[in-house]
């Protein structure tokens, strides 16, 4: 059966001097605030989408991955992933990098890669931004 996953935005003003709030039909965590200038300048204080969509293909990723492990008959004690969405204003989205570090117990590192490379092309996130650069930096820890 499918499973429909929400958020929701309010924004008000124009695009350089509005801003607006996100949040997410699961969470409890309230709203997240998002701009403009945090888009095209960056920010530690104020989300973006590109920090969504980031945080969405590093968890994707992640259970791709350790789906993969097991699979393999290698479950993985520890998968951290990171992802790094670059914007481009006035071009749009035009990549993301993933790096991981993972803890598996009796794989060797050319298997890993190979598994890893494989996962980074299954994971759902990474067939839906098909239209951008994904790369991936893999290391057993």
């Known amino acids: 059966m499918p499973v429909t996953s929400e958020a929701a935005t309010t924004w008000t ?3 350089a001097e509005g801003s607006g ?3 997410f039909s699961s969470s409890k965590l309230g709203t997240f605030p998002i701009n403009w200038k ?20 590093a968890s994707c990723f992640s259970m791709a ?4 492990l097991s ?6 004690e520890r998968v951290d ?9 006035g071009v749009g989205i035009s990549g993301s990098h993933l790096n991981v570090n993972a803890v598996v ?5 050319d298997d890993f890669q190979r598994i890893a490379a494989e996962a980074k092309v299954g994971c759902p996130v990474s067939q839906a931004l098909a239209g951008i650069e994904i790369t991936l930096e893999a290391t057993l820890a």
């Open 13 to 15: 003003g124009s695009l």
């Open 21 to 23: 709030t996100v949040s």
């Open 81 to 89: 992933t990171s992802a790094s969405v670059t914007f481009k204003p």
């Open 71 to 76: 699979e393999n008959g290698t479950p993985p």
């Open 65 to 68: 991955l350790s789906h993969a």
């Open 105 to 109: 117990p009796g794989l060797d590192a």
């Open 38 to 57: 945090a888009r095209s300048e960056g920010s530690d204080t104020t989300t973006t989408p590109e920090e969504l969509i980031a945080a969405a293909h």
